[in-house]
């Protein structure tokens, strides 16, 4: 069992910058890789950015290269969301998930909102 609790998200002006964190605690042995997706309103969830358990390898959606930027912090137990120069088309709910063998894990939510 993991839980997965996500915080930072709020309301920013374009181009502004906000830092989510997603902390993990329980079975966190079993994490395979961690990552955030986002869901806006009328659109499907997509992937925005992944790491791999080790903080070696990280996956980007194309829409946010050279924006975003995913870390790790396995001390803490913690993935980060580094979000700069934001853009409207950003706004959305961002999930946090855990990839543990055959089963995802899901945090609550976090919004985030770009205004113009």
């Known amino acids: 069992q993991v839980q997965l609790v996500e915080s930072g998200g709020g309301l920013v002006q374009a181009g502004g910058s906000l830092r989510l964190a997603c902390a993990a605690s329980g079975s966190i042995w079993s994490i395979d890789a961690m990552g955030w997706y986002r869901q806006a309103p009328g659109n499907q969830r997509e992937l925005v950015a992944r790491i791999s358990s080790g903080g070696g390898s990280t996956k980007y959606a194309d829409s946010v290269k050279g924006r975003f930027t995913i870390s790790r912090d396995n001390a803490k137990n913690t993935v980060y969301l580094q979000m700069n120069f934001l853009k409207s088309e950003d706004t959305a709910v961002y999930y946090c998930?855990?990839?543990?063998?055959?089963?995802?894990?899901w945090g609550q939510g976090t919004q985030v909102t770009v205004s113009s």
């Open positions: 998930n855990a990839h543990c063998w055959d089963y995802d894990y």
